[in-house]
């Protein structure tokens, strides 16, 4: 059974900020690549950043470029989303998800396994 465990969310001020984790459980086989999406109030869920597994490539979203760094510990299983200089703007529940296939995307629809979120609050 698919297993995604997001956390670190939580209230910081405008301009601090998070490292979100999420770790990853009961994947088969290895893990190709992952990514992280975001749900602000009143609005469709958006993707934020995802990680080539295994080369490490990179894809962000304009809102994530120069402020927020994906990575991963391959030995952990763990998926980390660093943000700094945080926005009220960036108040979301942040989601993480995992897709079959090395190539890098942008579409919910290409994950198939995701978490349950961590809510992340910027107060201005």
């Known amino acids: 059974q698919v297993q995604l465990v997001e956390s670190g969310g939580g209230l910081v001020q405008a301009g601090g900020s998070l490292r979100l984790s999420c770790a990853a459980s009961?994947?088969?086989?290895?893990?190709?690549?992952m990514g992280w999406f975001r749900q602000a109030p009143g609005k469709e869920r958006e993707f934020v950043a995802a990680?080539?597994?295994?080369?490490?490539?990179?894809v962000y979203a304009d809102s994530a470029k120069g402020r927020f760094t994906i990575s991963r510990d391959n030995a952990k299983n763990t998926l980390y989303l660093q943000m700094n200089s945080l926005k009220p703007e960036d108040r979301a529940v942040y989601y993480c998800?995992?897709?079959?296939?090395?190539?890098?995307?942008?579409?919910?629809?290409?994950?198939?396994?995701w978490g349950q979120g961590t809510q992340v609050t910027v107060s201005s």
């Open positions: 998800a995992t897709k079959r296939g090395r190539a890098l995307s942008r579409r919910q629809s290409a994950y198939a396994y």
């Open positions: 009961g994947l088969t086989g290895s893990i190709d690549v």
């Open positions: 990680i080539d597994w295994i080369a490490g490539p990179t």
